[in-house]
């Protein structure tokens, strides 16, 4: 089974800035690597698909980068409604898995 | 807009069994491979099973930490993905979230669309 880990924890940044994500796979996944925003009590939300697609009407100031076992996703500019959970999950070896969750607060 | 409403859950003792539905709405149900993902209180997500459409026989892929507990099926006439457990554990308790897969024909993918999950909580 691929573990997934990301990193921080958790992350405090002040709204207006950039928040990076990071995430790491045990071993490679090539670019099967996907993002998501959890809100307590709403639908997790798709925001990254293929390591750097955005999905439908995910706004610019998302992105998402790299390849093999070491990917970030980048928020430009955070607004109020960004401070949230985010998952990774890979879905290039069976079990696909997600990492532990990064929660973004505001600082 | 696409639509999946997850219902059935709520309190059940170890040991027993509970269905879960997933009521889609918004797009062809039949055309698309639906899942469930689980989030147990505190922790993160955990997949659970997914089930392809008929068009691909409709096959099932579970997690190991179900398999065998746990049936995924699908209603394509009502649109509807379910999950049965069996023999409940405490560590079932969770919130169960339906998904839409994408794929690319046989290949499953990520999750494109979530409802807002169901809660089952096992305890005596």
């Known amino acids: 089974e691929i573990v997934m880990t990301q990193s921080p924890a958790t992350l405090s940044v002040s709204p207006g800035e950039r928040a990076t994500l990071s995430c790491r796979a045990s071993q490679s996944v090539s670019s099967d690597l996907a993002w998501y925003q959890n809100k307590p009590g709403q639908a997790p939300r798709l925001l990254i698909y293929g390591a750097s697609t955005r999905a439908t009407d995910i706004p610019a100031r998302f992105r998402g980068n790299g390849s093999g076992t070491d990917f970030t996703l980048t928020i430009s500019s955070l607004q109020s409604e960004d401070f949230a959970l985010y998952y990774c999950q890979q879905y290039n070896n069976w079990p696909y898995t997600f990492g532990q969750g990064t929660k973004l607060e505001i600082k | 807009e696409v639509q999946l409403v997850e219902s059935g859950g709520g309190l059940v003792q170890p040991g027993r069994s509970l269905r879960l539905s997933c009521t889609a709405s918004?797009?062809?149900?039949?055309?698309?491979?639906m899942s469930w993902v689980r989030q147990a209180p505190g922790k993160g997500l955990e997949w659970v099973g997914f089930?392809?459409?008929?068009?691909?026989?409709?096959?099932?892929e579970y997690a190991a930490s179900v398999k065998g507990r746990v049936t995924i099926s699908r209603d394509d006439s009502k649109s509807i993905a379910y999950l049965q457990m069996s023999s409940l554990k405490t560590e079932d308790t969770a919130l169960y979230y339906c998904s839409r897969v994408a794929s690319s024909g046989y290949l499953l993918a990520f999750f494109e669309y979530w409802g807002q999950g169901t809660l089952v909580t096992v305890s005596s």
């Open positions: 918004g797009f062809t149900f039949r055309d698309y491979a």
């Open positions: 089930i392809r459409s008929k068009a691909y026989g409709g096959t099932i």
